[in-house]
Nanobody
Framework: QVQLVESGGGLVQPGGSLRLSCATS????????MGWYRQSPGKQRELVAR???????NYADYVKGRFTISRDGAKTTVYLQMNSLKPEDTAVYYC???????WGQGTQVTVSS
């Protein structure tokens, strides 16, 4: 059974940092690209960052230079390090197995003073 479990969300002040984790099980992690997406109330879900099976990354323009996606094959986990957080980063963050319709349950990130 394929499972994606996100963690690491929470409440942080503007300018702060969080690291999200997405622990996977039931998949051949090493062969899949993985993505982080986010969705704010009233908005469509949007891509934040993607990492290929080989470690190549790409980012949405609005997070470039602030967020870093990475993956650990031994732990079959993908991470999203988020720095210099802004109120507009507030959203539910989801991880996804790229090329499939398999999503995690999401983790809430709230950036507020």
């Amino acid at each position: 059974q394929v499972q994606l479990v996100e963690s690491g969300g929470g409440l942080v002040q503007p300018g702060g940092s969080l690291r999200l984790s997405c622990a996977t099980s039931g998949i051949m992690f090493r062969i899949y690209a993985m993505g982080w997406y986010r969705q704010s109330p009233g908005k469509q879900r949007e891509l934040v960052a993607r990492i290929s099976s080989g470690g190549d990354t790409n980012y949405a323009d609005y997070v470039k230079g602030r967020f870093t996606i990475s993956r650990d094959g031994a732990k079959t986990t993908v991470y999203l390090q988020m720095n210099s957080l802004k109120p507009e980063d507030t959203a539910v963050y989801y991880c996804k197995i790229e090329g499939t319709n398999t999503w995690g349950q999401g983790t809430q990130v709230t950036v507020s003073s």
